[in-house]
């Protein structure tokens, strides 16, 4: 059974960093897309960020616009592991931050793209 499951959440100030985890069991994930989702209170899930693992040693990534320069994501294949590094954290980062996983191979935007979910973990910043 494919399972994901998040970590590293918590609270911070603004400026703050925090570095989630993303933990997959179940079957390698090294050849499928990694992404990362979150959700505001009363707002949509929205992308954040996704990579894609390109042997032997590439990889390809996006970020949504507002994320672009203080968040990093990163894979480590050997340990089933995609992480997201987030710096600099503003108020408006508080969400619960969702790991997924898309078999396709084509980095995409749209979690209907995406078949596995984590749990989620909350991030909370404060002012």
């Known amino acids: 059974q494919k399972q994901l499951v998040e970590s590293g959440g918590g609270l911070v100030q603004a400026g703050g960093s925090l570095r989630l985890s993303c933990a997959a069991s179940?079957?390698?994930?090294?050849?499928?897309?990694m992404g990362w989702f979150r959700q505001a209170p009363g707002k949509e899930r929205e992308f954040v960020s996704a990579i894609r693992w390109s042997a032997p040693s590439i990889y390809y990534t996006e970020y949504v616009a507002s994320v672009k320069g203080r968040f990093t994501i990163s894979m480590d294949n050997a340990k089933n592991t995609v992480y997201l590094q987030m710096n600099s954290l503003k108020p408006e980062d508080t969400a619960v931050y969702f790991c997924?996983?898309?078999?396709?191979?084509?980095?995409?935007?749209?979690?209907?793209?995406?078949?596995?979910w984590g749990q989620g973990t909350q991030v909370t910043v404060s002012s």
């Open positions: 997924a996983a898309d078999r396709s191979g084509v980095i995409s935007r749209s979690q209907a793209h995406y078949d596995y």
């Open positions: 179940g079957r390698t994930f090294a050849s499928y897309i």
